[in-house]
């Protein structure tokens, strides 16, 4: 049984849900970051607590230790990941990634590991092709049999069980947004766009002549959809601008929904409920934001319920292991 994992490849975390040997869910998260540090220097400290690797001579922290000694030194982490795929920016992206999904799902002999993917974004030409075939490879490297599936798709497993695996499945992640119909556990339309919780900071701090940096810390530590009016002048200035961006996204995302299923030649069901989830869609409001834009479209189906997914960090890594425990027999 432990042999079964998921694991969600997510732009600002990796995070793995896998069957132990009682058959319950174990769940690690890692932040999706490393850090190049002074190998000499390095090597004088107790490194046995501390997450790293050697490539080619250079040292690296990896995940939260990466981003805890970059706030010390003063250095900005490196992100192995950019707009939901692997960054053609940093020349060691893939051995990083790597290191941290060895250390997050282990070795195997033949067990089976479902990683999530985004779909092909309808706003951008880029493509999954590599991004799917790099992780493929990684995990089959570990021993794993890969199964790659849509992390929207991965969500209607985790949180529609009910609706007998059927929903639509929204994931706000940072570099991406993606959606996925699914219907009695079949996806029929699904797709992303380029746009996530990094375009939201990334605008904004163009908008108000802040940095990426402090808008994301603002965001994360006082930031709320429903209160943005408070504390000093510039921080009310970049959380009004916050608020326009989220609504823009959420705007985009479900009038993209609609156009693609005035679109589809599907025979589509009376009701469904629709899942909210993703790390981009944690800060207070944002929940009831995804309403209040939903009640202006008409879609063709009566939408049974909008709602969070129970954990929505986790529920893409939970869907993978569903979809991977259908191998177990």
């Given at each position: 049984m432990s042999n079964f994992c998921g694991l969600d490849v997510g732009t600002m975390n990796l995070v793995s849900a896998k069957l132990n040997n009682d058959e319950a869910v174990d769940i690690k998260r890692l932040r999706n970051i490393f850090l190049e540090v002074d190998k000499d220097a390095a090597e004088i400290m107790d490194l046995s607590g501390i997450s790293h690797t050697v490539i080619d001579d250079a040292m690296f922290f990896i995940a939260e230790d990466a981003y805890n000694f970059a706030n010390i030194l003063g250095k900005e982490a490196s992100r192995p990941m950019s707009n939901g795929m692997i960054s053609t920016k940093e020349i060691d992206s893939v051995d990083i990634l790597a290191v941290m999904v060895k250390e997050l799902i282990g070795t195997s002999n033949g067990g089976r590991c479902c990683y999530s993917i985004p779909a092909d974004p309808i706003d951008n030409e880029m493509n999954v092709i590599y991004h799917q075939n790099v992780f493929g490879r990684i995990i089959n490297e570990l021993g794993f049999k890969a199964e790659a599936i849509n992390e929207a798709t991965?969500?209607?497993?985790?949180?529609?069980?009910?609706?007998?695996?059927?929903?639509?499945?929204?994931?706000?992640?940072?570099?991406?947004?993606?959606?996925?119909?699914?219907?009695?556990?079949?996806?029929?339309?699904?797709?992303?766009?380029?746009?996530?919780?990094?375009?939201?900071?990334?605008?904004?701090?163009?908008?108000?002549?802040?940095?990426?940096?402090?808008?994301?810390?603002?965001?994360?530590?006082?930031?709320?959809?429903?209160?943005?009016?408070?504390?000093?002048?510039?921080?009310?200035k970049i959380k009004e601008a916050l608020v326009y961006y989220y609504h823009d996204l959420i705007n985009y995302t479900i009038k993209s929904i609609v156009r693609s299923l005035e679109d589809t030649a599907i025979e589509l069901p009376e009701s469904l409920p629709v899942i909210i989830s993703g790390g981009t869609s944690l800060v207070d409001g944002f929940v009831e934001m995804v309403k209040q834009v939903i009640e202006q479209y008409e879609f063709p189906f009566e939408v049974s319920e909008i709602r969070h997914a129970g954990n929505p960090l986790t529920a893409v890594a939970e869907g993978c292991l569903i979809r991977a425990l259908k191998y177990q027999n």
């Open positions: 991965a969500i209607v497993y985790t949180e529609c069980e009910a609706s007998n695996f059927s929903g639509i499945g929204i994931s706000f992640g940072a570099g991406m947004t993606n959606v996925a119909l699914v219907y009695k556990a079949i996806p029929t339309t699904v797709f992303s766009i380029a746009r996530g919780g990094d375009w939201i900071d990334l605008n904004t701090a163009n908008s108000t002549g802040s940095i990426s940096n402090r808008v994301t810390l603002l965001k994360e530590n006082s930031f709320s959809l429903n209160n943005h009016r408070s504390g000093k002048k510039k921080d009310r």
